[in-house]
């Protein structure tokens, strides 16, 4: 009796995730884009913005006149932050959902694991914010909305070496495509410049304890650490390292956008710098309107993977426009030919590379916010 | 600072870091003493037991009226291992004691199940973000020869560490039921016979291995502090390599296993250069000592080899 009632609820419960799948999958009579994310995990806090972005743009084209003549479903698969993950969740919404395009991943690691798929099954796909040069370098039907490592690391260094700091450490996430790659455009330009980099320390993410690396870093005596990882590991880094009085300023690339990096660290990040894709303060009407618009939908306010995850789809909707098709190749064209498109996160247009050219911002932390201090242009 | 003072202030990192593998380490090993299985969910109690802090913190504050010090983060320390060692005893009746004398592979998988089970709850209770743990003891670096500068918590972390394996060894040596439990150990089917009660010494054992790791979880947060779903499963593999690397079954062995592995680990990161190992390489370190010391001697540093009885 009890297995039969066991039996009955697993069948129940299995019908009743069918269904809810269903909903989204495909039909006739939408147009599918499929989305990965990291919504749980290590860098959730990266997938959970980027979706609500998305999520929003999907809202409002749908709340419009939707995408030739049809409405939008967005499909969204949880790539938990792992490796490996990626490539499962974006192979079975290609082949089970019928995707006509993807948007995804935050982290440069993972859209290399979901690119490949992509391109081999003629799927156009927008990261929205992985800076990696290796991303779009996997194909033509790969392309990004947002600047790369090679630019962001060099924005770094000229921003250290104009505050005088000549002498930087180098704290690398060496699990992390972006971070190893931001790391080495960084230390590039700053030492053929007239910087030093006196020591170099390594940790893979998920590390907590970063007292071995401090204490060599402190011993080295730099004016400035560059920690190149995600904010998931930034936060204990700064906390530990004004802890062991290591009072250095820090900087760090756009990885480091999120709530979270406050909390950890606490007192312990003011007054360190990052570059970034977009301002929250900037006071465009464009983007002010945005941030409205975000917070009364979700009741919190944008950060750059919000604005980057709304922009990518919106990009991707005006290529669909802009093709009157759904075909996989005129849509690949339409979306590399993107041209001026006025963004939330600046113009963006995208190179024969199809990454973006676009100027960065670097922000600073004061009493707990995010607070603009330059933008630079490419 | 000369060379000696920052070999001593890094043989502090590394102690401390071992501190916390060695109190995990030990519920590893007390379990495969009297049950002879992994249970591979311990590590997630070690989670559970941060969580139980971060919690029993929010909830005292308001209550106390003051930021716990000295004696609020005692609270809760005590707190919080008690609440794990309800759970772990919670787990063993659960899903180990059904299973209690079928293959010992079954059980294995169903360790690994709950260990599933509380890191996806706790992602679902807790969410997924990692969450900030509050300083319970205001960090300070504290002074001594050779311009040698360590963090209070450090210090606290080892002399807690110590005292709690100071109270283990007074337990399993100077008691009844560590008599008992040595006993189990020894021989179930004999211990039985002579009127040990086995269910209550199972039961007490993941207890104590249980309170253990909340004590490693406390101490892990105090000092890095962040909590999320799945900060036990490194940690915990890491525990279990110095378990086996001790000699598993055996407790002087476990505590010394996860002092090595913490020491070996902070010294491979602090010294990467110098050595031209990658720190990086960090987690493989735990994993290359425990291979090379068992192909030199395969029951471990301090296990006893068992005869296989035919």
């Known amino acids: 009796m009890k297995k039969a009632a066991l039996f009955a609820t697993a069948i129940f419960l299995a019908a009743l995730t069918g269904c809810k799948r269903n909903d989204s999958g495909a039909a006739a009579d939408k147009v599918v884009i499929g989305e990965f994310a990291s919504l749980t995990g290590a860098t959730a806090s990266f997938g959970q913005s980027s979706h609500k972005g998305t999520q929003m743009a999907i809202d ?319 | 600072m000369d060379d000696w003072g920052r070999f001593l202030q890094q043989l502090v990192n590394g102690l401390s870091q071992g501190s916390i593998y060695a109190l995990i380490a030990l519920g590893y090993t007390m379990v495969y003493g009297v049950l002879r299985f992994i249970n591979f969910a311990h590590g997630d109690v070690f989670m559970v037991g941060a969580y139980a802090g971060l919690f029993l913190h929010r909830w005292l504050v308001p209550l106390l009226g003051v930021v716990p010090g000295f004696g609020g983060a005692l609270l809760i320390l005590a707190g919080s291992m008690a609440i794990c060692a309800a759970l772990g005893i919670v787990i063993e009746w659960l899903a180990y004691r059904p299973l209690r004398t079928r293959p010992r592979l079954i059980v294995l998988i169903t360790a690994i199940g709950v260990s599933l089970l509380l890191e996806y709850s706790a992602q679902l209770i807790f969410g997924p973000n990692r969450q900030p743990f509050p300083d319970l003891v205001e960090t300070r670096l504290v002074g001594g020869f050779g311009g040698l500068l360590v963090k209070n918590t450090q210090l606290i972390v080892l002399a807690v560490t110590l005292l709690l394996l100071g109270a283990l060894s007074f337990i399993v040596l100077r008691t009844r039921l560590g008599m008992a439990m040595r006993a189990l150990s020894f021989n179930p089917t004999a211990a039985a016979l002579m009127g040990v009660n086995t269910d209550v010494v199972i039961s007490f054992t993941f207890g104590l291995g249980s309170a253990l790791a909340a004590a490693g979880g406390i101490f892990s947060s105090m000092l890095y502090p962040q909590v999320q779903p799945f900060m036990g499963v490194t940690v915990g593999l890491k525990a279990f390599v110095a378990a086996v690397l001790g000699g598993i079954g055996n407790i002087p062995g476990a505590a010394l296993g996860g002092l090595i592995i913490g020491v070996v680990e902070t010294m491979v990161v602090a010294y990467s250069e110098k050595i031209g190992i990658s720190s990086g390489y960090r987690d493989a370190v735990a994993f290359v000592i425990l291979i090379l010391i068992l192909l030199v001697k395969p029951s471990g540093l301090l296990g006893k080899t068992e005869r296989e009885k035919v």
Not at chain 1, 141 to 162: E, H, M, N, W
Not at chain 1, 364 to 372: E, L, M, V
């Open chain 1, 60 to 378: 409002e084209l749908n709340a419009g006149d939707g995408l030739l003549g049809k409405k939008v479903g967005l499909v969204t698969e949880d790539d938990q932050s792992k490796a490996g993950e990626a490539a499962t969740v974006v192979r079975k919404m290609i082949s089970r959902d019928k995707v006509i395009a993807v948007l995804g991943e935050v982290a440069s690691s993972r859209s290399l694991e979901a690119a490949p798929i992509c391109q081999q099954s003629k799927v156009p796909m927008i990261s929205p914010s992985s800076t990696n040069p290796k991303v779009t370098e996997v194909g033509d039907y790969i392309s990004r909305i947002c600047f790369i490592d090679p630019f962001q690391g060099t924005v770094l260094a000229k921003f250290a070496l104009s505050k005088g700091w000549k002498k930087a450490a180098v704290l690398t996430d060496v699990k992390q495509d972006y971070s190893v790659g931001l790391s080495q455009y960084f230390k590039e330009y700053f030492s053929k410049n007239g910087g030093t980099i006196v020591i170099e320390q390594n940790y893979s993410t998920d590390d907590t304890d970063f007292n071995a690396q401090l204490t060599s870093i402190k011993a080295a005596a730099p004016d400035v650490i560059l920690a190149s990882g995600y904010y998931t590991e930034a936060g204990l880094i700064a906390k530990q390292a004004r802890q062991i009085g290591l009072s250095v300023p820090m900087l760090g690339g756009d990885g480091w956008d999120s709530p979270s990096l406050v909390q950890v660290a606490g007192a312990a990040m003011e007054g360190n710098f990052f570059s970034n894709h977009f301002s929250a303060e900037d006071q465009t009407p464009l983007i002010q309107d945005f941030i409205k618009r975000y917070k009364a939908k979700y009741n919190e306010e944008p950060d750059a993977m919000a604005a980057l995850g709304y922009d990518s789809a919106m990009i991707l909707a005006d290529a669909i426009k802009r093709a009157g098709t759904t075909d996989s190749e005129k849509l690949r064209d339409a979306v590399a030919s993107t041209k001026e498109y006025n963004g939330i996160t600046g113009k963006i247009t995208l190179d024969d590379k199809r990454n973006a050219n676009k100027p960065a911002v670097i922000l600073t932390i004061k009493d707990g916010k995010f607070k603009y201090v330059e933008t630079v242009a490419p």
